[in-house]
């Protein structure tokens, strides 16, 4: 049996410095970026998805996720330097699954390996970097937008009292406090008769994957996460919202219930003060990068660094690739 094409990954917690380290590594290996980060996919949305500032220049890409002219004109978006793709791809008006996402990483990752990188898998969504690393299956009904209508008029209870009747299993894995993932485990649901997390089923691996996780101390992460809230507004967050808003982007679309932007939102709506929406920002900012770790520490794969540390993780690298 042949081996398996073998690719990096920088995984943590958001404002660990991921992509810093990223980056560094990509110059040394040469290699290419492939994001895994729910947020970061949208475009319209750079500040509060920490977004890596880069621009669209000519370049090599998939035929099938050219962007620009009707797919004719070639681009890529580039950080400093170095191509990121899955970054910057998406109009917030617009549903991307789980599965789109699987489709298109694997589309890049092969992509990047045919032309003799090394990708560099880069991000903090869990489910994003599972679907990679163990070739997860999922579920590829498309939403349904009358049924999520319907969904998304009612509150959260109501939706996980229907989840907990419907697909118990589901109800207890997923973010129940994430009207988003409750409202597509109902639809899978309903449209298969089978529990969401029941399909979730691992095929053969497709590559061979060196996970790389960044940690660093609870209380300077957190004040890492306060000061990364706070430069947010200074940037200009709110504007950006607003913009958002004025372009007619619903609150109810899920690129809009994202931490940032929701509690920004809370302010826009005369819901609570501007002071009230920032700290409960820097909160809920906090819990999710708690929340990202428990998921990643369940991992016993992932080889831990410690910030900063980069040379740790060009030995890792290094050692991976002989």
Same mark, same amino acid.
């Given at each position: 049996?042949?081996?398996?094409?073998? $690719?990096?990954?920088?995984?943590?917690?958001?404002?660990?410095?991921?992509? /810093?380290?990223?980056?560094?590594? !990509?110059?040394?290996?040469?290699?290419? $970026?492939?994001?895994?980060?729910?947020?970061?996919?949208?475009?319209?949305?750079?500040?509060?998805?920490?977004?890596?500032?880069? @621009?669209?220049?000519?370049?090599? !890409?998939?035929?099938?996720?050219? %962007?620009?002219?009707?797919?004719?004109?070639?681009?890529?978006?580039?950080?400093?330097?170095?191509?990121?793709?899955?970054?910057?791809?998406?109009?917030?008006?617009?549903?991307?699954?789980?599965?789109?996402?699987?489709?298109? !990483?694997?589309?890049?990752?092969?992509?990047?390996?045919?032309?003799?990188?090394?990708?560099?898998?880069?991000?903090?969504?869990?489910?994003?970097?599972?679907?990679?690393?163990?070739?997860?299956?999922?579920?590829?009904?498309?939403?349904?937008?009358?049924?999520?209508?319907?969904?998304?008029?009612?509150? $959260?209870?109501?939706?996980?009292? @229907?989840?907990?009747?419907? /697909?118990?299993?589901?109800?207890?894995?997923?973010?129940?406090?994430?009207?988003?993932? $409750?409202?597509?485990?109902?639809?899978?649901?309903?449209? =298969?008769? *089978? +529990?969401?997390?029941?399909?979730?089923?691992?095929? +053969?691996?497709?590559?061979?994957?060196?996970?790389?996780?960044?940690?660093?101390? %609870?209380?300077?992460?957190?004040?890492?996460?306060?000061?990364?809230?706070?430069?947010?507004?200074?940037?200009?967050?709110?504007?950006?919202?607003?913009?958002?808003?004025?372009?007619?982007?619903?609150?109810?679309?899920?690129?809009?219930?994202?931490?940032?932007?929701?509690?920004?939102?809370?302010?826009?709506?005369?819901?609570?003060?501007?002071?009230?929406?920032?700290?409960?920002?820097?909160?809920? =900012?906090?819990?999710? !990068?708690?929340?990202?770790?428990?998921?990643?520490?369940? /991992?016993?794969?992932?080889?831990?660094?410690? *910030?900063?540390?980069?040379?740790?993780?060009?030995?890792?690298?290094?050692?991976?690739?002989?």
């Amino acid at each position: 049996m042949s081996e398996l094409p073998k $690719i990096i990954v920088i995984l943590g917690p958001t404002a660990s410095g991921k992509t /810093d380290l990223s980056i560094a590594l !990509a110059k040394k290996f040469n290699g290419e $970026i492939v994001s895994a980060d729910s947020r970061q996919v949208y475009k319209k949305m750079e500040i509060g998805t920490a977004k890596p500032r880069g @621009m669209w220049k000519p370049a090599f !890409a998939p035929s099938k996720f050219r %962007r620009g002219n009707g797919g004719k004109e070639k681009e890529i978006y580039m950080v400093d330097g170095m191509p990121h793709h899955m970054t910057d791809i998406v109009d917030p008006g617009k549903i991307f699954t789980l599965a789109d996402y699987k489709e298109q !990483a694997v589309a890049h990752i092969k992509d990047i390996i045919k032309r003799g990188k090394l990708p560099i898998i880069v991000g903090g969504t869990g489910l994003y970097i599972w679907a990679i690393v163990d070739n997860l299956d999922i579920p590829k009904m498309s939403p349904k937008k009358k049924m999520r209508e319907s969904f998304e008029n009612k509150n $959260i209870t109501e939706l996980v009292s @229907m989840l907990k009747q419907v /697909d118990p299993k589901s109800a207890a894995r997923i973010d129940l406090k994430n009207p988003r993932r $409750i409202i597509r485990a109902l639809e899978v649901y309903i449209n =298969t008769g *089978k +529990s969401f997390f029941s399909q979730r089923t691992k095929s +053969s691996p497709l590559f061979d994957a060196l996970q790389i996780g960044i940690k660093l101390p %609870r209380e300077e992460l957190y004040n890492r996460v306060n000061q990364r809230c706070e430069a947010q507004i200074t940037a200009g967050l709110i504007a950006e919202v607003e913009s958002l808003v004025k372009q007619k982007y619903s609150w109810e679309l899920p690129s809009m219930s994202g931490i940032g932007y929701r509690q920004i939102s809370y302010y826009l709506r005369q819901e609570m003060s501007l002071g009230q929406a920032i700290e409960l920002f820097k909160r809920d =900012t906090r819990r999710y !990068a708690k929340k990202q770790m428990t998921w990643f520490k369940r /991992d016993k794969r992932i080889k831990w660094v410690e *910030k900063g540390d980069s040379r740790k993780a060009e030995e890792l690298v290094s050692e991976f690739l002989l």
